[in-house]
């Protein structure tokens, strides 16, 4: 059984200390064949107290992202997403339109932040100062708060998108991941108009 370790505020305290607004940003979607690439940038109140239960956004069920992801709206000064379709994706690859992903929802808040926390081992910004932390999602309280906007955004949209495709893809319940039931749908029916077609190539 994963132990749900509760975020930190390790990563933020130190520009809190001085008064100074922190972003905590991730993205989902990254190894989906189907859908968005979408990312969420947060900035939280400082001196936020992780009272909602709020961790990774992967170890958490539906109910408790949903019901989180609305406490989360209310308190955070600004939250903003960036989304990127599955033709840009096969277009710039999946790397480039993650990171153009998280600079249009770090673009879209309406506050401008001192710093910038992201999950993952890589970002580029020309002007606001960035870390990056591996599992930040996973350690920093900003940036889970950021995993689980961003998970129960895109999953809205994939939920949309399964009314538009065949049942046999499941994209409702996989949201577009590789499962089983959908590479058989991919061998049996062919892509959709939603797949990743750079994504495909040992499927089909």
């Not at 001085?18 to 947060?42: F, H, Q, Y």
């Not at 926390?117 to 999602?137: A, C, M, Q, R, S």
């Not at 499962?179 to 108009?193: I, K, S, V």
């Amino acid at each position: 059984m994963v132990k749900k370790e509760i975020p930190s505020h390790i990563y933020e305290i130190p520009f809190w200390k001085d008064s100074l607004l922190v972003a905590g940003i991730d993205e989902v979607g990254r190894g989906a064949l189907a859908g968005p690439v979408l990312a969420c940038a947060i900035i939280l109140p400082i001196g936020s107290i992780n009272d909602i239960g709020c961790i990774d956004s992967k170890l958490l069920s539906v109910k408790e992202r949903e019901k989180i992801a609305e406490i989360l709206k209310e308190r955070a000064l600004s939250y903003s997403f960036g989304i990127i379709n599955h033709h840009e994706i096969d277009k710039i690859n999946i790397r480039k339109a993650t990171l153009k992903a998280m600079c249009m929802a770090l673009k879209g808040l309406s506050i401008d932040p001192y710093h910038a926390l992201i999950d993952g081992n890589y970002f580029e910004h020309p002007t606001i100062p960035y870390t990056t932390i591996v599992k930040g999602d996973y350690h920093c309280y900003s940036i889970a708060a950021a995993s689980i906007l961003a998970k129960v955004e895109r999953d809205k949209i994939m939920v949309e998108i399964d009314k538009h495709v065949d049942s046999l893809y499941y994209f409702a319940t996989n949201k577009g991941y590789g499962t089983l039931a959908h590479r058989n749908a991919l061998q049996d029916l062919g892509a959709t108009p939603y797949h990743r077609n750079t994504f495909l190539s040992r499927i089909l």
